[in-house]
């Protein structure tokens, strides 16, 4: 199999207190370029992970990114069938 394409995701991410702030971009091979953010805020009985704030705000960025992707797609569908697509989860 060849591969066709490569996408590189950066993943950026800033801790202040008990919140952690992750900032997620890709640039696709068209030139197009997304960004999407998440969130995670430790409670405050929790013992301080930095770690796991940045897998919840990643995971939540990287989350809010697949969606604009797909929302992309569908709409690229859409435009070229002339009918609306339906995502299958």
Same mark, same amino acid.
């Given at each position: &199999? =060849?591969?066709?394409?490569?996408?590189? %995701?950066?993943?950026?991410? =800033?801790?202040?207190?008990? $919140?952690?702030?992750?900032?997620? &971009?890709? $640039?696709?091979?068209?030139?197009?370029?997304?960004?999407?953010?998440?969130?995670? =805020?430790?409670?405050?009985?929790?013992?301080?992970?930095?770690?796991?704030?940045?897998? %919840?705000?990643? *995971?939540? *960025?990287? &989350?809010?990114? *697949?969606?604009?992707?797909?929302?992309?797609?569908?709409?690229? %569908?859409? =435009? *070229?069938?002339? $009918?609306?697509?339906?995502?299958?989860?």
């Amino acid at each position: &199999m =060849q591969t066709l394409v490569g996408w590189h %995701i950066e993943l950026e991410f =800033q801790e202040e207190d008990d $919140r952690t702030r992750a900032a997620a &971009m890709v $640039r696709l091979a068209d030139g197009t370029e997304y960004r999407a953010h998440g969130l995670a =805020q430790r409670h405050p009985s929790d013992a301080e992970q930095l770690r796991v704030g940045e897998e %919840i705000a990643g *995971a939540r *960025a990287l &989350m809010d990114l *697949a969606s604009q992707l797909l929302q992309k797609a569908h709409t690229e %569908i859409d =435009q *070229a069938s002339g $009918r609306t697509s339906h995502a299958l989860s």
